[in-house]
């Protein structure tokens, strides 16, 4: 039977440009209407920041599609500059600002899908209107054109489209000052995985203070929460993103607790004829199964794909998110798939941390690099609770495998026998992927014990010692204050001068350490491994403290 049902989807980007398409493909006979309140539709909003600083040169690139190219391949009726001001549910019928005319009118729908977005977050200081933000084509002509006449900006927030902006612009030439509130760099990684993004920044050139806010903005300058004032002849707000369910709400839809709109795992809202896609609305959470908001682009179109689905009579549910994303920052990039130590912490989630420094690919292999990687573990029963990896390369297909063996429910021990490709330019025999799981199964099962760098401080109050065994050489380039140096090879000699107290091991990266560690044990000298060595402790807040500790010793030696 021919299907002559009206459909109009509200925004032509992620979501609503996915459902058009899929809707068409499916039915030859719906009439398929596109409203866009900005002058474009199925743009690279993903893509906006590489404009900024001509590493997407040609603007155009990011036009993906036109209304003329979506009419003539999917014969979609796309209206751009068209607002939809209101929903009456009960004659399902929408209020359209025509924007190049000023003039309302009304159109009638049979199914109607939501695809509005989110809307960025613009902080309530004096000047904030002096700010620019980045979502759409027009944001980006407005933001180069000022970028034409600047030397100085300030980006305010450190998250993703942060830390893009902040990129950007410095390559653009600008002086770049990146403000951040909280303590670290990209919330969605542990303070210790962000560290190397906050060094790559400064090595870079550009300005990092964290744990500050911009309390003013005037022309030329930006005034920070301690009153320094710092030069910006252009203000970038990127502190997040709001669900935009004004539309929903108005018309009386119902909105999560996040404040997204509220949908089933078909994505249809509480009115059968009203489904609501992408960033504006709320998704489950893959751990919890709670509500939560997770504003990336593969769910939108993954949402806006089942939504033409279910308006098609073929439903099929979209699983709940786990929001694996990516970055990348000059030279390094950061991934992170599912929970952090952060969030496990703070929902009280029992885990088993793993750092680990691998090599991109074989080290004999030229240009071999160390990247980071930590999986979250849940002890009980070995699931994947979360993973982040940063580094130059190799992080985006280490934790893609990771986030597919989430979503296929294996456990970290099952990574041990992923038959992932190898080469030496591409990995390793034993790839990081599998290094991870058997360091899992040897903490799972109990064959070594290992500690957080979190807990050294209350082990060395329990009278536990730090031994470094990495060599003299090492040790002496830097180690973690109070350590005793005894290097791997020498273990087996000293074993009695050992004797007395229990040891919690460290070398660069955790290798050298869980050999000593097996060793003393096995000659019952009670040890631990410290997790990730030398290289992950160095990057935590407690080794920020140490040294502004050693720091301020130095000052006031050579001062008295
Ligand atoms: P959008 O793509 O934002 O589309 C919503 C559209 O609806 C807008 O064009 C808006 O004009 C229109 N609209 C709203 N209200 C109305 C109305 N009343 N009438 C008519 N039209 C209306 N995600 C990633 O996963 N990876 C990335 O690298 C990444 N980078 C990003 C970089 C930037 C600068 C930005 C802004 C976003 C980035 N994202 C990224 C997020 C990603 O773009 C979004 O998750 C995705 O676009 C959401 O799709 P959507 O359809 O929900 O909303």
């Known amino acids: 039977m021919t299907d002559t049902k009206t459909v109009v989807i509200i925004g032509g980007v992620a979501g609503g440009a996915s459902a058009a398409a899929r809707l068409r493909r499916l039915s030859e006979s719906m009439e398929i209407i596109v409203l866009e309140r900005s002058g474009y539709v199925s743009f690279a909003n993903c893509g906006l920041p590489y404009h900024l600083s001509a590493t997407i040169a040609d603007r155009g690139d990011l036009l993906l599609q036109t209304p003329e190219s979506l009419r003539e391949r999917f014969r979609l009726d796309v209206r751009v500059r068209n607002e939809v001001t209101a929903i009456n549910r009960n004659e399902r019928t929408l209020v359209v600002r025509d924007l190049a005319t000023g003039v309302d009118y009304e159109l009638h729908y049979d199914a109607l899908v939501l695809s509005p977005g989110a809307a960025p977050i613009v902080p309530p200081i004096p000047g904030a209107e002096r700010g620019l933000v980045l979502r759409d084509i027009e944001d980006l002509d407005r933001m180069v054109s000022e970028v034409r006449k600047a030397q100085s900006v300030v980006v305010v927030g450190g998250g993703f489209i942060g830390l893009e902006a902040a990129e950007n612009l410095k390559e653009a030439g600008l002086d770049v000052t990146l403000v951040e509130l909280g303590d670290q760099l990209l919330a969605p990684l542990d303070p210790e995985m962000a560290k190397p993004l906050e060094r790559e920044l400064r090595r870079h050139g550009v300005a990092v203070e964290l744990g500050h806010s911009v309390a003013e903005i005037e022309v ?77 682009a593969n769910i939108a179109n993954r949402q806006g794909r089942r939504a033409a689905d279910s308006i098609a009579g073929i439903p099929r549910k979209v699983l709940a998110s786990q929001g694996t994303a990516i970055v990348k920052v000059f030279g390094k990039s950061a991934a992170a798939t599912g929970w952090n130590e952060k969030r496990l912490l703070a929902a009280g989630r029992d885990f088993l941390a793993i750092h680990t420094h691998p090599n991109d690919h074989a080290a004999y292999y030229p240009g071999a690099q160390t990247f980071a990687i930590k999986l979250l573990v849940d002890p009980a029963d070995g699931a994947i609770l979360g993973a982040q990896a940063v580094g130059a390369e190799g992080v985006d297909k280490r934790i893609d495998v990771i986030a597919t063996a989430m979503r296929a429910g294996l456990t970290a021990t099952d990574l041990i026998d992923l038959e992932l490709a190898y080469a030496p330019p591409f990995g390793s025999a034993k790839d990081p992927i599998n290094q991870l799981g058997y360091i899992a199964e040897n903490r799972l099962s109990g064959l070594s014990d290992s500690a957080d760098w979190s807990e050294i401080e209350q082990l060395q109050k329990d009278g536990w010692k730090l031994l470094d065994v990495r060599t003299q050489e090492e040790f002496v380039e830097g180690s973690i204050p109070g350590a005793l140096n005894a290097p791997l090879d020498e273990i087996r000699a000293e074993i009695e001068d050992l004797r007395g107290y229990d040891y919690l091991v460290y070398c660069a990266v955790g290798q050298r350490a869980h050999v000593a560690t097996q060793l003393l044990n096995a000659h019952g000298v009670k040890a631990k491994n410290l997790d990730g060595g030398w290289t992950t402790w160095r990057n935590t807040p407690a080794a920020q403290t140490a040294s502004r500790a050693a720091r301020d010793a130095l000052v006031g030696a050579t001062s008295s």
């Open 220 to 296: 030329g300058t930006a005034t920070l929460d301690d009153g320094r004032v710092i030069a910006a002849d252009l203000v970038v707000f990127a502190i997040g993103v709001r669900p935009d369910g004004r539309l929903a709400a108005d018309a009386g839809l119902r909105l999560g607790p996040t404040g997204g709109i509220a949908v089933d795992d078909e994505q249809r809202t509480e009115d059968p004829a009203i489904w609501a896609v992408g960033d504006a609305v709320e998704k489950i959470d893959m751990l919890d199964g709670n509500a939560t908001l997770t504003p990336l």
